[in-house]
């Protein structure tokens, strides 16, 4: 195997620009204005490690927005142009440059000592139309002018140190993308891309780039193949970037650290260059707390792995993030909201790296301004101007008092944003209203002005609705069940529905333990094999409330004293003549944990398989058998484990595996 390529200059600018970042990083909390009970920045937590963190930039927030500028000035110490780099952005048409956004990305990595990673040279999107209608000759010197002319504006630049010479040419069962490059060129135009690229700049660091590699699976190992065939024939290749867009509702890539360092192995550096991590909307707390598990998951893998030189998030602010546009109901992908409040996966992503963000004691200014409007007979809208916080403001309680007089205040609510709806008021009822900061260290502000509010009048209806009848469940499982009931009517309207629980049989109370406005809920958090009796009344908008429903006694699933399991598979992609699964999610849906678990399948008649990863695979006959690796074996109720395969089969034939269950031990 071919030794990496490292020229003494480069060698050099290397060490010159982290004793530069390392110098910088000493001095940042004295130069900048944060005040002293601060968060360590992420950049001074992650040089001490000897590795970066980054950011995409974009370059409108960064010449427009002070509060953009300085998170990314002050938490990070490289950057990647979003777009700015890209061949649309730099060579709109032949040989006619616009450098604009790359050098402001650039002006502003040096004038606050990041490192900037080129991005990207040769890729089959954002590519100019020009460039894509050209024959073979005319395309392979087109590539070869772009790369050295881009690659060559900045190669005596110290702070542009990497490039992504070539970016996602794989598809996902691991052959060549069918791109236009490919198309045109045929796979040579991969090693020469590296070749230009290292031609204009000697000391640049090359990469090759791709998402969904982050696991082992057909695609990173086809990428691990080309890595090793191409360093064979040396052609510079000498870093592979994991992209980590990730998704909370696929899983986390546990093997990560294990593939960047099958990777490390061959020679090459690897980095995570386009972290972000999408969650389902609506947000809500568990889902941010699954988000910065995540996160440390990804920090912990790259510290873990001596090659891994840092991590590139995909922006840092929800308000910037490429991801609603591509996912629509998925989103809050980054480490800070849509108001630069930090997130909890700002506290795990610096907890990580190894600070102590939550050691701060500075508490929030005080939210002022506190203001209602739109209120009805049984709600209140409510606004305020933001607090703001050294280390962010993480959200606001809502309290509230009743009668215009005293009385306890009691918090309602919570809110990530500046204003809160209050609902289930009583009709000409008065109530006073405070709110009060949280910062992500958990400090409170002072609480805000009082504001206070009486409900209307309403209709002066007096008249409940009906009882809502019919209540039904259906679905129980171990830990939840789900309740229908026929809706309820009113005079005046029917605004929603209180639900009722009791533990046993008979005998206890009844609390409620949740509302809906529909006629249905889905009640969760239950405990395995055991009952409880449901019953539902409905509210009207003057707050009249209606005898209850009908009472139903639902008693939960096992989950199986030896733990049970349950089974879902997805087809990820498919061609003709084969498919992979891809994940196979394996869930312990028992109350005890399991230590090993069988999936079997039906294969259809010519489907062999040609690749698995995290299980134990056999096939007979028609029936697929899938075992624990020795590694995810072990799960605890409710825990969930992933492996996939692929398979060949027939021409023509577009059925694939099917009939999967789960079985334990
Ligand atoms: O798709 C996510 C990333 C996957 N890996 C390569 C990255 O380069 C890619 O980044 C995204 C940017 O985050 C988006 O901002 O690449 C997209 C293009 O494929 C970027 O979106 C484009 C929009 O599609 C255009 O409409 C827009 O004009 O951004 C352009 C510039 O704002």
Request: with cysteine; charged share 10%; aromatic share 8%.
């Amino acid at each position: 195997m071919t030794p990496p390529r490292v020229s003494v200059h480069r060698a050099r600018r290397r060490i010159t620009s982290l004793a530069v970042l390392a110098l910088v990083s000493a001095f940042l909390p004295v130069l900048s204005a944060t005040p002293a009970s601060a968060a360590t920045p992420l950049r001074t937590l992650a040089a001490a490690k000897g590795k970066f963190i980054g950011f995409a930039g974009a370059t409108s927030p960064l010449a427009n927005e002070a509060a953009y500028r300085t998170i990314a000035q002050t938490e990070f110490n490289q950057i990647t142009a979003e777009n700015a780099m890209k061949w649309d952005a730099t060579e709109p048409s032949d040989n006619s440059w616009n450098y604009s956004g790359a050098d402001q990305i650039v002006n502003f990595a040096v004038a606050n000592n990041q490192i900037v990673h080129g991005h990207t040279l040769v890729w089959h999107s954002q590519t100019p139309s020009w460039v894509q209608s050209l024959g073979a000759t005319a395309m392979r010197t087109a590539m070869q002018d772009h790369i050295t002319t881009l690659v060559g504006r900045y190669a005596s630049n110290t702070a542009v140190q990497s490039w992504d010479v070539v970016n996602e040419v794989f598809d996902e069962n691991g052959g060549f993308r069918s791109s236009f490059w490919y198309n045109t060129l045929g796979q040579s135009f991969i090693a020469d891309a590296f070749r230009y690229a290292r031609a204009a700049d000697p000391d640049a660091r090359l990469c090759i780039n791709d998402y969904n590699v982050e696991g082992i699976n057909a695609k990173s190992t086809a990428m691990y193949n080309l890595v090793q065939s191409l360093r064979a024939q040396n052609v510079p290749v000498d870093c592979v970037g994991f992209q980590a867009h990730l998704a909370t509702q696929y899983g986390f890539p546990s093997d990560l650290q294990q593939n960047m360092a099958r990777f490390a192995a061959l020679g090459v550096q690897v980095r995570i260059t386009e972290l972000d991590i999408r969650i389902q909307t609506p947000r809500t707390a568990a889902k941010d707390t699954t988000q910065a598990q995540y996160y440390t998951n990804v920090v912990n893998a790259c510290l873990a792995v001596t090659a891994c030189a840092g991590i590139t998030i995909w922006g840092f602010t929800d308000k910037y993030s490429w991801v609603p546009d591509t996912f629509p109901s998925e989103g809050f992908a980054l480490p800070y909201d849509n108001n630069y409040a930090v997130k909890p996966a700002y506290t795990a992503i610096n907890t990580a790296l190894g600070g102590s963000p939550n050691n701060d004691t500075q508490a929030p200014t005080t939210p002022s301004n506190l203001a209602s409007s739109g209120v009805t007979s049984s709600s209140v809208n409510l606004s305020w101007t933001a607090s703001t916080d050294n280390v962010g403001v993480s959200g606001y309680d809502i309290l509230r008092a009743p009668g215009t007089s005293g009385g306890t205040f009691a918090q309602v609510g919570t809110s990530t944003t500046a204003s809160f709806g209050d609902t289930g008021l009583t009709a000409s009822t008065a109530y006073r209203y405070q709110v009060r900061a949280r910062d992500a260290a958990g400090n409170t502000s002072a609480v805000s002005n009082t504001v206070t509010v009486t409900t209307s009048g309403g209709t002066g209806d007096t008249q409940a609705p009906t009882a809502p009848t019919s209540l039904a469940a259906a679905g129980t499982t171990s830990s939840s069940t789900n309740l229908s009931w026929t809706a309820s009517t009113d005079n005046v309207g029917v605004t929603g529905y209180d639900i009722l629980r009791a533990p046993g049989t008979s005998g206890g109370t009844f609390a409620q333990v949740g509302t809906s406005t529909t006629t249905s809920f889905s009640n969760t958090g239950l405990t395995a094999n055991t009952a409880y009796r449901y019953q539902v009344r409905a509210r009207d908008a003057a707050g009249n409330v209606s005898a209850v429903s009908n009472t139903v006694t639902v008693t939960t699933t096992g989950g199986g004293t030896g733990g049970g399991c349950s089974v879902t598979a997805t087809v990820q992609t498919q061609w003709t003549g084969g498919y992979v699964i891809q994940p196979v999610t394996v869930t312990n849906t028992g109350t005890s944990a399991i230590t090993s678990w069988t999936v079997t399948f039906t294969l259809p008649s010519g489907h062999a398989l040609v690749g698995q990863w995290n299980g134990v695979i056999t096939t007979s006959g028609g029936t697929g058998t899938a075992k624990n690796a020795a590694y995810n074996g072990n799960l605890a109720p409710g825990q969930s484990t992933t492996f996939g395969f692929q398979i060949s089969r027939p021409n023509g034939d577009s059925s694939t595996a099917s009939g999967f269950t789960c079985t334990t031990p």
